[in-house]
């Protein structure tokens, strides 16, 4: 069973930075793309950013471009979201997501619990 459990959501003020994380456990974690989804009130979710197995290629929502890094770890087992120059618009509640097979950028099937990032105008 692939377990993924999110960390380091907070309240930040508009124009500071938070670091999430994403710890993988249950299957190679470095084998499979991971991403980052986040969803607002009243909103759909949306993938915010994803990176594939090496680590080598990435790919962001345009909102995102220029301030938020994803990157991950394998010896680890973790995946990070770094954002910067946060935005009102960016709260939201960020979740993490794995497909069920290699070498595929989704249909996503695992998903952490989620955690919350609150910017403050």
């Known amino acids: 069973q692939v377990q993924l459990v999110e960390s380091g959501g907070g309240l930040v003020q508009a124009g500071g930075s938070l670091r999430l994380s994403c710890a993988a456990s249950g299957r190679t974690f470095s084998s499979y793309t991971m991403g980052w989804f986040r969803q607002a009130p009243g909103k759909e979710r949306e993938l915010v950013a994803a990176?594939?197995?090496?680590?080598?290629?990435?790919r962001y929502a345009d909102s995102v471009k220029g301030r938020f890094t994803i990157s991950r770890d394998n010896a680890k087992n973790t995946m990070y979201l770094q954002m910067n120059s946060l935005k009102f618009e960016d709260t939201a509640v960020y979740y993490c997501?794995?497909?069920?097979?290699?070498?595929?950028?989704?249909?996503?099937?695992?998903w952490g619990q989620g955690t919350q990032v609150t910017v403050s105008s």
């Open positions: 997501a794995a497909p069920d097979r290699i070498g595929v950028w989704g249909p996503y099937k695992y």
């Open positions: 990176i594939s197995w090496s680590g080598g290629s990435t």
